[in-house]
């Protein structure tokens, strides 16, 4: 079975800076797209990045210019480097990746992710 898990989450005051990674372990020979996705209480899951096999990214509105993501085939990684965090980034977050066009993690529970905390 394939599995993510996402790590790097904390707690960090506005204007801080955080690097959250998602290994995918198990038998894999390639990955398409890979995404990040974050869940404040109360709202609903939310893409927040993307990107390609290729390297072409996508990014919500509200992170662009402060999120980067990024990935490393070798180690089936993707990585999301957050700058000038703000409180309204305060969510879980997780990981998603696809494999011959099927998400790895469907339905509504993904798993305990990674609690990202920006205090004002």
């Known amino acids: 079975q394939v599995q993510l898990v996402e790590s790097g989450g904390g707690l960090v005051q506005a204007g801080g800076s955080l690097r959250l990674s998602c290994a995918a372990s198990g038998s894999i020979l390639g990955i398409n797209n890979m995404h990040w996705y974050r869940q404040a209480p109360g709202k609903q899951r939310e893409l927040v990045a993307l990107?390609?096999?290729?390297?072409?990214?996508t990014y919500a509105n509200s992170v662009k210019g402060r999120f980067t993501i990024s990935r490393d085939n070798a180690k089936n990684t993707v990585y999301l480097e957050m700058k000038s965090l703000k409180p309204e980034d305060t969510a879980v977050y997780y990981c998603?990746?696809?494999?011959?066009?099927?998400?790895?993690?469907?339905?509504?529970?993904w798993g305990q992710g990674t609690q990202v905390t920006v205090s004002s």
């Open positions: 998603n990746a696809v494999v011959d066009g099927r998400p790895l993690r469907v339905g509504v529970n």
């Open positions: 990107i390609t096999s290729g390297g072409g990214t």
